[in-house]
T-cell receptor, first 112, second 113 residues
Framework: GDSVTQMEGPVTLSEEAFLTINCTYT??????LFWYVQYPGEGLQLLLK?????DKGSNKGFEATYRKETTSFHLEKGSVQVSDSAVYFC???????????FGTGTQLKVEL | DAGVIQSPRHEVTEMGQEVTLRCKPI?????LFWYRQTMMRGLELLIY????????DSGMPEDRFSAKMPNASFSTLKIQPSEPRDSAVYFC???????????FGPGTRLTVL
């Protein structure tokens, strides 16, 4: 079945540091890939997505490129802020789009 | 626009009591999802509905859990009887069919003593 593997957290960075959160996937067919973010005390929000190979999703300074050859969708940001502290979930959907498979989430803590 | 609405936001109850969580999806969305989030198991899909019909309830942990969607604008998740291991944050989400993008509610934090 479909699965998503994320690097374990927590990831702790200083403000303005470079961020990478790794995500790899296993899927039948050609999935669409997503990053969701969950701020403390809130529900998940879509951060960015990519629907086909070599697409780059971007939002709020975050980027992720759909790499079919390595089955990866790593999340990057060049300079993190304290306000980026949250839990980040990688996810994929295949087929009809109703079954969204989430990774376990990676907690990011950004300190001054 | 109002997002997904969940109530209550917090619920504290005693073991053995019935708990009902409520969700109002975004108007026009025809898929609705119930998730449970815990530290140990992360985010788990419990059940999802399409056009008010339960499509996949394989994530429902046991018969104590039941979910209904009597109409397009309302769904409930009921736990009877509740147990301490049911303590978690329960999220409701909705989406357009086959879009992949979920719009999540703020969640209900359930504590069973």
């Amino acid at each position: 079945g479909d699965s998503v593997t994320q690097m374990e957290g927590p990831v702790t960075l200083s403000e303005e540091a470079f961020l990478t959160i790794n995500c790899t996937y296993t899927a039948t067919g050609y999935p669409s890939l997503f990053w969701y973010v969950q701020y403390p005390g809130e529900g998940l929000q879509l951060l960015l997505k990519a629907t086909k190979a070599d697409d780059k999703g971007s939002n709020k300074g975050f980027e992720a490129t759909y790499r079919k050859e390595t089955t990866s969708f790593h999340l990057e940001k060049g300079s993190v802020q304290v306000s980026d502290s949250a839990v980040y979930f990688c996810a994929l959907v295949t087929g009809g789009g109703n079954k969204l498979t989430f990774g376990t989430g990676t907690q990011l803590k950004v300190e001054l | 626009d109002a997002g997904v609405i969940q109530s209550p936001r917090h619920e504290v109850t005693e073991m053995g009591q019935e708990v009902t969580l409520r969700c109002k999806p975004i108007s026009g969305h025809n898929s609705l999802f119930w998730y449970r989030q815990t530290m140990m198991r992360g985010l788990e899909l419990l059940i999802y509905f399409n056009n008010n019909v339960p499509i996949d309830d394989s994530g429902m942990p046991e018969d104590r859990f039941s979910a209904k969607m009597p109409n397009a604008s309302f769904s409930t998740l009921k736990i009877q009887p509740s147990e301490p291991r049911d303590s978690a944050v329960y999220f409701c989400a909705s989406s357009f069919e086959a879009s992949g993008r979920r719009f999540f509610g703020p969640g209900t934090r359930l504590t069973v003593l």
